[in-house]
């Protein structure tokens, strides 16, 4: 299952790198929402490869693969543009920095997430029995998801607190300008910190820090299906 994994994760590459060296000219694969979202599934699946080694994370594959599946069928189903020249607001090199910053974190956010709400079922489970019992224990859980979002609060904190705003100032001559997607990816680090400060608080429990896990990952998911189609501003790429 992870060799299967690992030949799909290549093969995914593969399509971002020919979805970029087929626009002309060549460019980087992050102008619209479908490659957007294309470039985000690769990084969850790249991110549970690269950690699996590490922390042994094979029993999260059914649940990654099978988020990446769908996330990607959708992709094509309802979100798929023709290659298009990047618009002019996006040739900046600052694009390869703020996006890449994003998508890894968002990666290790929804691996923590799904960590998250295992740790919350399994809680909640008595059986001995199915794929809840073969999880890791309780501790095991907590510790695997605080790591994945302890890591991506800072990557995220640079990528749309620090280099989005030096960004937005060159193209815009403004730092900060309330638009409803900046304002959501504030709210999105606001509840992370949250959840980190929350972990580091005595009086917390590991299952409230969870699932204010979960709900940070709720507003990543607002973010990206609702603020980028259906608000109007600034950072309206989705090509929709």
Do not use: C
């Not at 460019?27 to 294309?38: A, D, I, K, S």
């Not at 618009?87 to 990666?107: D, F, K, P, R």
């Not at 997430?113 to 008595?126: C, G, M, P």
């Not at 005595?202 to 507003?219: D, P, Q």
């Amino acid at each position: 299952g992870l060799l299967l994994t690992g030949i799909g994760a290549l093969a995914h590459f593969v399509a971002l790198l020919g979805r970029g060296m087929a626009a002309d000219p060549n460019r980087v694969p992050w102008g619209n929402m479908y490659e957007f979202t294309l470039s985000g599934t690769f990084f969850v699946a790249l991110i549970f490869l690269v950690t699996n080694r590490r922390w042994r994370l094979s029993w999260l594959g059914p649940i990654v693969v099978g988020f990446v599946l769908v996330v990607m069928l959708a992709n094509v189903l309802w979100l798929y543009e023709p290659v298009a020249p990047l618009t002019e607001a996006l040739e900046s090199y600052w694009l390869v920095i703020h996006v890449v910053s994003a998508v890894i974190a968002t990666g290790a956010f929804t691996l923590g997430a799904f960590t998250s709400l295992l740790y919350l079922l399994k809680a909640r489970s008595t059986k001995d029995k199915g794929y809840l019992a073969r999880l890791p224990d309780l501790p095991a859980l907590d510790r695997i998801s605080y790591r994945m979002h302890a890591f991506g609060f800072p990557v995220w904190t640079f990528g749309v607190l620090i280099s989005g705003p030096i960004w937005a100032h060159q193209a815009w001559s403004s730092y900060w300008n309330w638009d409803p997607k900046e304002v959501w990816t504030f709210v999105i680090w606001v509840i992370y910190a949250a959840y980190l400060h929350a972990r580091a608080t005595t009086g917390w429990s590991a299952r409230s820090a969870n699932y204010l896990a979960i709900v940070g990952f709720g507003a990543i998911l607002v973010n990206y299906m609702v603020v980028n189609v259906f608000f109007v501003g600034q950072h309206s790429y989705s090509g929709m």
